[in-house]
């Protein structure tokens, strides 16, 4: 009997010993944040205060800004597309990106390709001459060249109102264009965004013999109801998050700190009337 109980015992010790213990399972990670979605924004970088690039060729500007400031509270992320000014709106129906940022006025015409998003800003146009040209109206201006943004609220302006009294029109694909021509005297002056062309032209040494020329403009046939965000028609969603976002930044102080980095030093709220 001692030796059954003794077999016993061994094949019970045997089969303990050859039993595998089972791990424990590893606790479970914690699911990745997602990335925030993108919203691809257009923008055309040659329009200083507003759109421009920094040394290294980042995009930067009140525009670039304010879309990174909307971006934030939509939880999305600001990726920039630079496009042609006058291509912008047919690259934004080809999907080509999301939105348009880039101080695009209102206007009735632009209204009947895509949709808008209230306004972020308003600031009237100027014409600027040499200050050796005496400015009373159009027709006192007659042969004179003046170069505009191709596709513009400006050129349609210029086209309406200067053309037809005998002034020359010239149409750029970019406003630094223009300058460029004025610089080199191939030009007598330019229309445009009172803000740009004081922030990119006149505050600069090539600008010290131009100055605004003849009253504010701002006839909504031409120059629409302030810059406001363009997104393809039906992006009903979107453009309720949009304005949403512009008012809670013109409410919780960040649009006034963005306005101040550009414009303080003129004194002037660029989200006007």
Do not use: H
């Not at 040659?46 to 939880?75: H, S």
């Not at 209102?106 to 014409?127: A, C, G, H, L, Q």
């Not at 007598?188 to 003849?214: C, N």
């Amino acid at each position: 009997m001692k030796k059954l109980f003794l077999g016993i015992a061994v094949l019970s010790l045997l089969a303990a010993c050859g039993k595998k213990e089972e791990a424990p399972a590893p606790a479970a990670s914690a699911p990745a944040a997602a990335a925030p979605a993108e919203l691809k924004v257009a923008i055309d970088p040659t329009y200083e205060p507003f759109t421009f690039k920094t040394a290294d060729g980042q995009p930067t500007g009140f525009d670039v800004d304010v879309a990174n400031a909307l971006c934030e509270q939509i939880k999305r992320k600001c990726v920039f597309v630079e496009q042609v000014w006058d291509s912008m709106i047919p690259g934004l129906n080809a999907k080509k990106y999301d939105v348009i940022i880039s101080s695009m006025s209102i206007t009735d015409d632009r209204m009947k390709e895509v949709d808008f998003t209230d306004k972020y800003y308003n600031t009237p146009s100027r014409i600027v001459l040499k200050k050796t040209v005496k400015y009373t109206d159009p027709a006192s201006i007659k042969g004179k060249k003046i170069g505009v943004l191709k596709g513009s609220t400006q050129e349609a302006y210029a086209m309406g109102e200067l053309k037809p009294a005998g002034v020359v029109v010239n149409s750029y694909e970019a406003q630094d264009q223009v300058y460029l021509d004025i610089k080199s005297g191939r030009l007598d002056g330019t229309v445009a965004d009172f803000m740009e062309v004081t922030g990119g032209f006149l505050s600069k040494p090539e600008g010290e013999k131009y100055a605004l020329a003849g009253p504010d403009l701002k006839e909504p046939k031409y120059f629409g109801y302030g810059a406001g965000i363009a997104l393809r028609k039906g992006e009903d969603a979107l453009k309720g998050e949009l304005n949403a976002a512009i008012k809670t930044i013109r409410s919780n102080g960040s649009y006034k700190t963005m306005n101040d980095k550009y414009f303080a030093k003129f004194n002037i709220d660029v989200y006007g009337e």
